[in-house]
């Protein structure tokens, strides 16, 4: 399942840059994240509870940065699993200056969900994930905001 987006934020990248990569405010942020603990430099363990359609459930996983080239790019690879199954995905980040002299996020990436969520939510999933997305980014902006 392919997933992306594009969002303008009203700061300069350095602001962006470091609120993204910031364990209280992906804690905050993520859709359901009841848990987010640093593991090691970029890596973290995170409990979140999802749902789509009539399924829903906790899941725990991990999620790695990598790939990173300061406030241009990052490589976001997200594995996680649950009751209803489990998923692994990676989404690339990219940082560049907006015309309004703030700063634009764009996000492609690319998920696997596997097990009784793909075979009953398939259908909803891309709905799904850009609906999460959006909730994400917009805390994000609140965020920035402050």
Same mark, same amino acid.
């Given at each position: 399942?392919?997933? /992306?987006?594009? =969002? *303008? =934020?009203?700061? &300069? ?9 910031? &364990? ?16 090691? &430099?970029?890596?973290? /363990? ?11 459930? *906790? ?32 989404? =690339?980040? #990219?940082? /560049?200056?907006?015309? #309004? ?12 969900? *596997? ?21 994400? =980014? ?9």
């Amino acid at each position: 399942m392919k997933v /992306e987006g594009s =969002f *303008t =934020f009203d700061a &300069p990248k350095a602001k962006v840059w470091d609120l993204l990569l910031s &364990p209280k405010v992906l804690a905050d942020c993520i859709p359901g994240c009841q848990k987010l603990d640093e593991v090691g &430099p970029d890596s973290y /363990e995170v409990v979140m509870r999802v749902g789509v359609a009539a399924v829903s459930g *906790t899941y725990t996983g991990k999620v790695v940065v990598t790939d990173k080239i300061d406030m241009v790019s990052y490589k976001m690879i997200v594995e996680g699993r649950g009751a209803g199954g489990g998923v692994k995905g990676e989404g =690339f980040l #990219n940082f /560049e200056d907006a015309d #309004n002299g703030g700063t634009q996020v764009s996000v492609v990436g690319d998920a696997r969900v *596997t097990g009784i969520v793909a075979r009953v939510g398939q259908r909803l999933m891309g709905n799904a994930s850009k609906m999460l997305m959006k909730q994400f =980014f917009e805390c994000l902006q609140s965020k920035v905001a402050q």
